[in-house]
């Protein structure tokens, strides 16, 4: 059997330093591995401990990932010739700022479609920060650098996820029997329930709901047997073009295979399908009967 060809990933900035091999000088040199240890020390301080040897490793290993990451962000084409070009001309200190903007806005993003009053304290803005600042850039020695394509994956994933929440908070907005304002979010239940009760007709945006209108809702469904593509496009046409990509894909997938949808039509006892409402709904359906 053949060995594993493990190919070497350096960081960005690691690879940029070995151009000096190709072309030295010294004063760039000097003035680059200066700015480094002034950007290492400030993380040490901030973000590990400046008291420790390990701290000061840690920070190195994240001013390493950090400013490879804005290397990365800065020339997606591999050139890591104009990457030490970049460093010399603009400073490491511009290629670290723009890592840690990048790592800023991902920590600002929704990680699920559960949003909870956390989300919005400061002091649990300023943990996740520090958290995914350690995830992203964290540059170890023994390991190949993935940060970039790391980031690339979450930034993506929770773009996604942002969607859902923008979504779910306009129809949050737009209810029909008044806006709901809770601090905790549901955002895959609220749009549960829009879907579903959309297909009843009318046009009306249902974003929270009890037992009480869920047994209107069911009769009301059985007697006038409504068209359901006729009323998810009437609330497609209430809804903002920004947020039908995830509205459409959402209806697809209820069309195919939501329970609720699939038994109204015939004799499912109301509790079960209450029950059954409760699966999509989660925290935005009201189970108190009134």
Request: charge should be negative; include cysteine; hydrophobic fraction near 40%.
């Amino acid at each position: 059997m053949l060995p594993a060809i493990v190919r070497e990933n350096l960081p960005r900035l690691t690879r940029a330093i070995k151009q000096f091999a190709v072309e030295p000088d010294d004063e760039a040199a000097y003035a680059l591995a200066d700015e480094l240890t002034g950007i290492t020390a400030m993380v040490a301080e901030k973000f590990t401990n400046d008291r420790t040897a390990d701290g000061i490793q840690k920070a190195l290993q994240l001013t390493v990932g950090c400013v490879s990451l804005g290397l990365d962000h800065e020339l997606p084409d591999d050139d890591d010739e104009a990457a030490l070009g970049l460093l010399i001309e603009e400073g490491a200190e511009y290629a670290f700022q723009v890592g840690f903007r990048m790592v800023k806005e991902l920590a600002t993003l929704p990680e699920d479609a559960l949003v909870g009053e956390y989300d919005t304290d400061p002091v649990y803005a300023a943990r996740r920060l520090r958290d995914k600042f350690v995830d992203i850039c964290q540059a170890d020695p023994n390991q190949n650098w993935n940060g970039s394509a790391r980031y690339a994956v979450q930034f993506k994933q929770r773009k996604e996820v942002q969607a859902v929440v923008r979504l779910a908070g306009w129809l949050r907005r737009h209810n029909t029997e008044g806006p709901v304002s809770d601090a905790d979010l549901n955002a895959e239940g609220v749009i549960a329930l829009a879907i579903i009760f959309a297909v009843e007709g009318g046009g009306r945006v249902v974003a929270r709901t009890g037992q009480k209108e869920f047994e209107r809702f069911v009769k009301s469904v059985r007697k006038n047997k409504p068209d359901y593509e006729a009323g998810w496009a009437e609330l497609v046409a209430k809804v903002p073009v920004q947020h039908h990509p995830v509205l459409l894909e959402r209806i697809g997938s209820y069309r195919q295979s939501c329970t609720v949808l699939q038994n109204i039509k015939g004799r499912t006892a109301m509790k079960t399908l209450f029950a059954e409402l409760e699966n999509y709904a989660g925290s935005e359906l009201d189970a108190d009967y009134s």
